[in-house]
């Protein structure tokens, strides 16, 4: 957990040095202040999408240190050997370059997809699931993962996070600032007094709310996406059973926030909490493959 703690911090950290001297250059270099809108515009593009987009690019190196992830170079076992070339067999159908695979320790159920670009990704599947899943089940998961990668479900999630960052930074101020403004009734000088502040803290807060709302729609609906993707390189059978095995430890996730949203099994939420989980319930995803047209699978049986 330490170790977790850890990195985290230290990812974030270098992400506000880095995202700090880019401010600075703008503001001594080039002379852009935070007094207009065009300058807070180019502020939050700034923060934003640079925060997006560094974590994107650090995604796999993150996920490999904070989970612990084994990396298979050379198979040590027959299972290893399986899961590499059940991936790259997938990777082929789907039309991506192979990804990186690996295993980490976690006691549930659960698999993850992430990296920069389709051709440069990581896949990992914990010890739980090869314990508790047979191959039919574990193919499946790993299709689904796959199709992950080739959705480009990552890069997409980091733009439309960078978009929702740069609206919630824009937003919060230029209103903060009408309000400050009638509040203050044109304050001479023209400076910003401690309401302005007050008020867009508490709209970042707001804004921040339903941004991510809007964000963990996507992550569901990219769920749903990704089943769809496994059924086809598996076979909806096999991906409909993954799921059903998947209900034993779902809701369970030892993964670290970075990469949560890309596990197959997502935090449980019931009513409203719902708009905030970054997977649609277990059940729904079910019917979903049950509902939808039978496509012909392009994965083999396999079974343990």
Same mark, same amino acid.
Request: charged fraction near 15%.
């Given at each position: 957990?330490?170790?977790?703690?850890?990195?985290?911090?230290?990812?974030?950290?270098?992400?506000?040095?880095?995202?700090?001297?880019?401010?600075?250059?703008?503001? @001594?270099?080039?002379?852009?202040?935070?007094?207009?809108?065009? +300058?807070?515009?180019?502020?939050?593009?700034?923060?934003?999408?640079?925060?997006?987009?560094?974590?994107?690019?650090?995604?796999?190196?993150?996920?490999?240190?904070?989970?612990?992830?084994?990396?298979?170079?050379?198979?040590?076992?027959?299972?290893?050997?399986?899961?590499?070339?059940?991936?790259?067999?997938? +990777?082929?159908?789907?039309?991506?370059?192979?990804?990186? =695979?690996?295993?980490?320790?976690?006691?549930?159920?659960?698999?993850?997809?992430?990296?920069?670009?389709?051709? #440069?990704?990581?896949?990992?599947?914990?010890?739980?699931?090869?314990?508790?899943?047979?191959?039919?089940?574990?193919?499946?998961?790993?299709?689904?993962?796959?199709?992950?990668?080739? @959705?480009?479900?990552?890069?997409?999630?980091?733009?439309?996070?960078?978009?929702? #960052?740069?609206?919630?930074?824009?937003?919060?101020?230029?209103?903060?600032?009408?309000?400050?403004?009638?509040?203050?009734?044109?304050?001479?000088?023209?400076?910003?007094?401690?309401?302005?502040?007050?008020?867009?803290?508490?709209?970042?807060? =707001?804004?921040?709310?339903?941004?991510?709302?809007?964000?963990?729609?996507?992550?569901?609906?990219?769920?749903?996406?990704?089943?769809?993707?496994?059924?086809?390189?598996?076979?909806?059978?096999?991906?409909?059973? +993954?799921?059903?095995?998947?209900?034993?430890?779902?809701?369970?996730?030892?993964?670290?926030?970075?990469?949560?949203?890309?596990?197959?099994?997502?935090?449980?939420?019931?009513?409203?909490?719902?708009?905030?989980?970054?997977?649609?319930?277990?059940?729904?995803?079910?019917?979903?493959?049950?509902?939808?047209?039978?496509?012909?699978?392009?994965?083999?049986?396999?079974?343990?």
């Amino acid at each position: 957990m330490f170790k977790r703690i850890a990195l985290f911090l230290a990812t974030n950290l270098a992400v506000l040095v880095l995202l700090g001297i880019v401010m600075s250059v703008l503001q @001594n270099v080039f002379g852009i202040r935070l007094g207009n809108n065009g +300058a807070i515009l180019v502020m939050a593009a700034v923060f934003g999408f640079g925060g997006s987009l560094i974590s994107l690019l650090m995604s796999k190196w993150v996920a490999k240190k904070s989970t612990g992830a084994y990396v298979i170079e050379q198979p040590r076992n027959e299972t290893e050997q399986w899961l590499v070339s059940t991936v790259r067999r997938q +990777a082929e159908a789907a039309g991506i370059g192979m990804p990186e =695979v690996a295993i980490y320790d976690a006691p549930e159920i659960n698999a993850f997809a992430t990296g920069a670009n389709r051709n #440069n990704s990581l896949v990992a599947v914990s010890t739980g699931l090869i314990r508790a899943m047979t191959r039919d089940e574990a193919e499946a998961v790993l299709a689904h993962e796959v199709s992950h990668v080739a @959705n480009g479900d990552m890069v997409t999630m980091a733009l439309i996070q960078g978009v929702l #960052n740069t609206f919630v930074l824009v937003a919060a101020r230029i209103v903060g600032g009408w309000i400050d403004t009638m509040m203050s009734g044109n304050r001479e000088g023209g400076g910003r007094g401690l309401f302005y502040f007050v008020t867009v803290f508490a709209l970042d807060i =707001v804004f921040g709310l339903l941004a991510s709302m809007i964000a963990m729609a996507f992550s569901r609906y990219r769920e749903f996406r990704a089943d769809a993707g496994g059924a086809r390189l598996a076979g909806r059978d096999k991906m409909i059973a +993954a799921l059903k095995r998947l209900s034993l430890t779902y809701g369970e996730s030892t993964l670290p926030n970075q990469v949560q949203a890309f596990g197959i099994s997502g935090a449980v939420g019931h009513g409203l909490s719902k708009l905030m989980r970054s997977h649609p319930p277990l059940e729904e995803r079910i019917q979903a493959l049950i509902d939808a047209p039978q496509e012909r699978a392009s994965g083999s049986a396999m079974v343990r």
